[in-house]
């Protein structure tokens, strides 16, 4: 098809996209689209409560009840948003994750309407509602877990939709720069969950001073909706320069697990896995293909560069594949819009259906589906992240029942340390009021909320191995194990509590030691 013909072509009455530049925009596909929400809030509504808190989770309530400016592993909007939805639902699980669900049913919304703006109707826009649900990062991944990158993924679908909102008006010699400013505020929003968007900021820069629109840096409105996002940022970045920058040494951590899976290697399939098999993966290559190739997406050219940018970006610094997710919904919606009009309807149809369906049902599939009993005596797996839900109050109720199990004067003099955050975590939640004293970690953000005090002599220390606390303790002895009861094989059961008496120096002093970014000690 040439630029002529393309340009000459109308949109047809059954919403089939066939017109480059439309005149006027489509009208949003409300009741299809939100029923493609509907339908997707309800199935993470049904399994929401299956199985219980994720570790992170835990981690989140207990970094809000110590809510500062900022944290050694991220800004401080997670913390925040956990220990609101804890107060509200606080012995819920479907109640804390309402926040998720909800993020994933607008973000359903915002794709497709996406999707509007590239001159998608109502069948384009259905189809990138279609695979934002079927993604396994979108739906089970961010839709199921309260999490850093639920909210993130969400700011960054905004962001996109609000920037190609902007191009699309500016085509039609109708510029709204006061989007940009909106930009600017969802930004903050995004610097107060994860330190993630200044690279997509950056990539824009770069992609729209080659490519064009050049009068985008031009715009005063996006100036200032940056100094709002910079001056928001202030707070956090002052708490990391006077705590010595771990947010980088905690990239470093991130970096080393990737590397675990495979790492650079990896990082493409896993991502377009994350994308959504079938589906997903087919519309986020294509989507960019056509927005670097066609040539009715010029004025979005710069988009796909920014893709592929973001994406090396990630790559080379070995971050999580699911980094690029804020951008899968802008593939979606110009794959679907470029499919609509390039592809006979009939073929379209004939081949939607089973694709969608098999996504579907993977998408699904990294729902806790399965039930928990299942999974008993199984080898443990790292990748399988659903029995991280399960055990918690199983930990605290080991951990307190080790304690309470001392002599009430040694109990006086006894501190509780465990050697990963999601431990101590769950021991802050789930064995509050049974008389157990504040619990200590040196794993990651948590070394931060503070040292035992001086007074406590003795450490029930929970995880680890005897010779490490052997080089702080002059006695180590194990008193008791972590059991979910199920014999199901997760990252906690089986860790060993251990007594440790003699203390060899000061905790001002050994205290430092303690603090580890890795995620075991």
Same mark, same amino acid.
Request: glycine fraction near 12%; hydrophobic fraction near 45%.
């Given at each position: 098809m040439t630029d002529a013909t393309e340009a000459a072509t109308n949109r047809g009455a059954d919403g089939r996209v066939t017109s480059a530049e439309p005149s006027d925009t489509p009208a949003f596909a409300r009741w299809p689209v939100l029923a493609v929400a509907g339908l997707a809030m309800a199935v993470l509504l049904a399994f929401a409560g299956r199985y219980g808190y994720h570790g992170d989770e835990l981690y989140f309530i207990a970094a809000g009840r110590h809510l500062d400016w900022g944290y050694a592993d991220q800004p401080p909007m997670l913390p925040l948003l956990a220990l609101l939805m804890d107060t509200i639902s606080p012995e819920s699980v479907l109640g804390f994750r309402l926040l998720p669900i909800v993020l994933t049913g607008a973000g359903i919304v915002v794709a497709a309407l %996406?999707?509007?703006?590239?001159?998608?109707?109502r069948l384009p826009q259905l189809m990138t509602a279609g695979a934002f649900a079927c993604s396994p990062f979108l739906l089970a991944g961010a839709g199921h877990i309260v999490a850093t990158h639920t909210v993130d993924a969400f700011l960054w679908t905004v962001i996109v939709w609000l920037l190609v909102r902007w191009v699309r008006l500016r085509e039609q010699a109708t510029p709204d720069d006061r989007l940009l400013l909106i930009t600017g505020v969802v930004t903050a929003l995004a610097l107060q969950t994860k330190f993630l968007i200044p690279v997509f900021w950056v990539a824009v820069a770069i992609t729209s001073l080659v490519f064009g629109p050049r009068d985008l840096l031009r715009r005063p409105l996006l100036w200032v909706g940056a100094v709002l996002a910079v001056l928001a940022t202030v707070p956090t970045l002052l708490w990391q320069a006077g705590n010595g920058w771990p947010q980088l040494e905690m990239n470093q951590a991130v970096a080393q697990e990737v590397s675990f899976a495979g790492g650079r290697f990896t990082f493409l399939p896993m991502a377009l896995h994350q994308a959504g098999v079938v589906v997903g993966a087919v519309l986020f290559v294509l989507g960019t293909w056509w927005l670097l190739r066609a040539p009715r997406l010029r004025p979005y050219r710069f988009l796909g560069w920014? *893709? !592929?940018? *973001? %994406?090396?970006?990630?790559w080379l610094n070995s971050g999580r594949p699911y980094y690029v997710g804020g951008l899968f919904a802008l593939c979606f919606a110009v794959a679907s819009v470029e499919l609509v009009r390039r592809v006979p309807g009939r073929w379209l149809r004939w081949t939607s259906v089973p694709a969608y369906a098999v996504s579907a049902a993977v998408a699904i599939s990294g729902l806790p589906v399965?039930? *928990?009993?299942? #999974?008993?005596?199984?080898? #443990?797996?790292? @990748?399988? @992240?659903? !029995?991280e839900e399960f055990g918690w109050p199983e930990v605290a109720d080991d951990v307190a029942d080790a304690y309470l199990a001392l002599p009430p004067a040694q109990q006086a003099r006894t501190t509780i340390v465990t050697d990963t955050y999601w431990l101590s975590s769950a021991v802050d939640k789930f064995a509050r009021g049974r008389g157990l004293p504040e619990v200590h970690s040196g794993s990651r953000g948590y070394w931060y909320f503070g040292a035992p005090p001086e007074t406590a002599t003795d450490t029930l220390f929970v995880g680890a191995d005897r010779h490490r606390l052997e080089q702080y303790f002059g006695g180590v002895r194990q008193v008791g194990v972590i059991d979910n009861g199920l014999r199901v094989n997760n990252g906690s059961q089986g860790r060993p509590i251990w007594l440790c008496t003699d203390r060899t120096a000061p905790w001002s002093e050994l205290w430092p030691r303690f603090r580890h970014m890795t995620f075991h000690w």
């Open positions: %996406t999707a509007r703006e590239f001159g998608g109707g920014t *893709v !592929l940018a *973001v %994406t090396a970006l990630f399965t039930p *928990v009993e299942e #999974y008993a005596g199984e080898p #443990y797996s790292p @990748m399988n @992240m659903a !029995l």
